[in-house]
């Protein structure tokens, strides 16, 4: 079992930056990919980033440039950078975990999201 928390959502004006956080606690950390996805109303569900056990990241093409991912296995976090946001990064945002790959979108642990507010 996987339990996830997300911190460091908020209100932010457009051209500024947030750092989202998500704490991991249970199984071992550092074998799972880790994932930030985020959900606007009305629309689907989207992969932001993603980073493997290894390292390797990728990145959706809307935020690239802008949004960095890393994790920290010593401290069991992953953080997503995000600089130059636009009022259309609006959304919930939510960490998720990976190991079998059997879960919804591919991940099969989900925090509770957390909410980011863009404005103009």
């Known amino acids: 079992q996987v339990q996830l928390v997300e911190s460091g959502g908020g209100l932010v004006q457009a051209g500024g930056s947030l750092r989202l956080s998500c704490a991991a606690s249970?199984?071992?950390?550092?074998?799972?990919?880790m994932g930030w996805f985020r959900q606007a109303p009305g629309k689907e569900r989207e992969l932001v980033a993603a980073?493997?056990?290894?390292?390797?990241?990728n990145y959706a093409d809307s935020v690239k440039g802008r949004f960095t991912i890393a994790r920290d296995n010593a401290k069991n976090t992953v953080a997503l950078q995000m600089n130059g946001l636009k009022p259309a990064d609006t959304a919930i945002y939510y960490c998720?975990?990976?190991?079998?790959?059997?879960?919804?979108?591919?991940?099969?642990?989900w925090g509770q999201g957390t909410q980011v507010t863009v404005s103009s």
């Open positions: 980073i493997t056990s290894g390292g390797s990241t």
């Open positions: 249970g199984r071992t950390f550092s074998n799972y990919r």
């Open positions: 998720a975990a990976r190991l079998s790959g059997t879960g919804p979108y591919g991940y099969d642990y």
